[in-house]
């Protein structure tokens, strides 16, 4: 293996595992991260976190102050709802797509995806239904098949997923997130694309309201990076 090849999985490494640390919240907004830190931590060399920092910050995941090197990048209750707004507009286009492309094996396996998540809103286990939230909302994207979208919501949700458990405490907030998945699927599997479209806008609007309902959580799902 020759040593650009090592270093591209050292990098793929870092990146891998700071973009895990920075939306599950165990590295907080505003941390500094500095780089033979990190390093020593991953288990890689520096050339590569240098390099895995770089691509964070064109996820708009971190930021690089001068003299005083990375830190994660914070964002604000308001900028993450500016960004629930957009991916509205972004997912419910993407809800039209897969309601003219859907399949009953793509069908079966969002029906599978809910119903996990219901069996966990029983359990009142928030935490796998967030996760198994972003799974639902990743299998449609797959279903409409368009990587214009799929790109673009993939680098806002990167920057908003810390913000999503938080949604989910709001009280009865997620047995409405379900029901309002339920209210997509059911558009979706009808071919409905307008039906379809309107469903995830409203969906992803009333994800908005709750964001601003719910309290700040620094690191919901009690990891720690250190």
Known sequence: MSNLAIKTTETDQAYAQLHRA?????LSPNER???MELAQKLGVGRAAVRA???????AGLVEHEPNRGARVRAVSEEEATEMLEVRAVLEGLAARYAARKIT???LVMLQAIHAQMQACLEQDDLLSISNLNAQWHDKLLAIANH????????RLRAQH?????????????????????????VAVAA????????????????TADA???GGKISNPAGHSWR
């Open 104 to 106: 009953d094996q793509g």
């Open 22 to 26: 920075i939306v599950r919240g165990e």
């Open 211 to 213: 964001l601003r309902e």
């Open 33 to 35: 991260l500095v780089e």
């Open 191 to 206: 071919h409905d694309e307008a039906a379809a479209e309107n469903a995830m806008r409203q969906h992803l609007t009333s």
């Open 52 to 58: 895995a920092l770089a691509r964070l910050e064109q």
């Open 147 to 154: 990587q214009t979208i799929t790109n673009l919501i993939h």
């Open 161 to 185: 997923v810390r913000f999503q458990y938080r949604t989910l405490l709001v009280p009865g907030r997620a047995r409405h997130s379900l029901a309002e998945h339920e209210a997509v699927m």
